[in-house]
């Protein structure tokens, strides 16, 4: 790729800065993404891995844009070296995250069913009751407790197995599978260990797909078993549908875990939102909104055409990166955006994407962000770090942020 882009505007090209995803601590901002925010309105960034550079975008209405306007293709990004935050990878067949129009929309028709509000709604009342569970063996065990280990990593998992349609007897198997997928510790064995983890996972819902080709039952994997007996899908499609979905709930884990960190370290947070559950609504916008859930960028999109953005010109075949992290930060849209104020309206936040690919288990995730905000905040009454706030131990070397584990007493 040329190092020189021609602007309309005539006005220099940013820097292209290196960006190597650091150990950011805590629920910090990323220092280096606040300063690529500074470039605008398009930065240039070098990754870790691959070849190249690529745009970055970071304000609002452009992420925005960028991420809804099909001359711009994940599609077109598979099999080129451009510079990527993680080596370079060969998505599965049926991969959303990978798939344009109108692919993207004939995979993801299969099992919006499963992901509608109704069926959200639907399965509140048992998501609850899983809920209940979980806190109420972790209340006859008394503090300390681990609120990852015993609630917001089992939980999502929980759901996600309820929504996919895994038998009851399998659900302790695909449980471990997903827990050792999401393992992170820097270690060479545990990298090999989830990797045939994930093996495992996809050869059997391969095996459990294809057992439901006559199924009309309205589960993820009946729908898809049944998408391909119809042949409007291929059973290698479908195994890439199922396998993101079925380990989705780690970003649940994270997330929330973050959420009670801040709640646990800020005394007059964690008492507004105890003592006014009315505001929890706003407030779970605001945290999302506010909190850093990955390091680095995501997925890269390819430009089809030239596309001119603030008088900048993107020239076909250019890679380019949207950051929802930074978009939610914009001063346009959000007044004084460093700041956690659970009292502003943070609806229009893109936590969970925009476009095509806005997250296809937003309801659930936010469903279950919901749940555990009430559920702990109302039963467990004088919640409190375990540790010093220091001694909370973050994942490292991993894309999604969060605590590896939260100790806390009651």
């Known amino acids: 790729m040329a190092e020189q882009t021609t602007l309309l505007t005539g006005q220099n090209l940013p820097p292209v800065r290196d960006w190597t995803a650091g150990d950011v601590k805590g629920t910090d901002f990323d220092p280096v993404l606040a300063e690529l925010m500074q470039d605008g309105p398009l930065a240039r960034i070098r990754l870790p891995h691959g070849e190249g ?39 599965d067949p049926g991969c959303l995250a990978f798939a344009d129009p109108p692919d993207h929309g004939r995979l993801r028709r299969t099992v919006e069913s499963a992901f509608s509000d109704s069926a959200v709604e639907q399965l509140r009342p048992h ?3 899983m809920l209940d569970e979980l806190v109420d063996g972790m209340l ?14 089992p939980f999502p998992v929980a759901v996600a197995c309820e929504v996919m349609g895994v038998p009851s007897g399998e659900r302790r198997q695909v449980q471990a ?21 994930l093996s495992a996972l996809y050869e059997w819902i391969g095996s459990t797909v294809r057992e439901r080709h006559e199924s009309t039952d309205l ?11 119809r042949g409007d899908i291929s059973d290698a499609e479908a195994v890439g549908l199922a396998g993101p979905l079925q380990t989705g709930g780690d970003a649940v884990t994270h997330t929330c875990g973050q959420m009670l960190f801040l709640m646990l370290t800020d005394t007059a947070l ?41 008088g900048v010109r993107i020239s076909a075949g250019e890679p380019v990166y949207v950051s929802y992290l930074a978009a939610n930060r914009d001063p346009d849209v959000f007044p004084d955006p460093d700041l956690l104020d ?64 939260l100790p806390v007493r009651w």
């Open 140 to 153: 006859h065990d008394g503090p300390p407790a681990d609120l990852v280990e015993r609630v917001l990593e």
């Open 342 to 405: 659970v009292g502003r309206d943070a609806g229009a936040h893109l936590a969970f994407g925009s476009g095509p690919h806005h997250c296809a288990g937003a309801g659930f995730a936010r469903m279950q962000t919901e749940l555990l905000v009430d559920t702990l905040l109302d039963r467990l009454p004088g919640l409190r770090l375990a540790v010093h706030v220091d001694q909370v131990p973050f994942r490292r070397r991993a894309m999604v942020r969060g605590p590896r584990s």
């Open 127 to 129: 998501a609850q009751q």
């Open 270 to 310: 964690y008492e507004r939102l105890r003592g006014q559950p009315e505001s929890r609504t706003a407030a779970v916008d605001e945290l999302l909104r506010h909190l850093p859930h990955r390091a680095s960028v995501g997925l890269a999109r390819i430009a089809l055409e030239d596309v001119d953005v603030h």
């Open 53 to 91: 550079w690529a745009w970055l975008a970071t304000r609002y209405e452009d992420v925005r844009m960028i991420a809804d306007d099909p001359r711009f293709s994940r599609a077109a990004a598979v099999e080129l070296p451009i510079t990527r935050p993680a080596p370079t990878f060969e998505p």
């Open 219 to 229: 589960d993820v994997l009946s729908l898809l078993g049944a998408a391909v007996g």
């Open 177 to 197: 599978w997903v827990r050792q997928i999401g393992s992170t510790d820097g270690c060479a064995d545990t990298a090999k260990r989830a990797k045939e983890a």
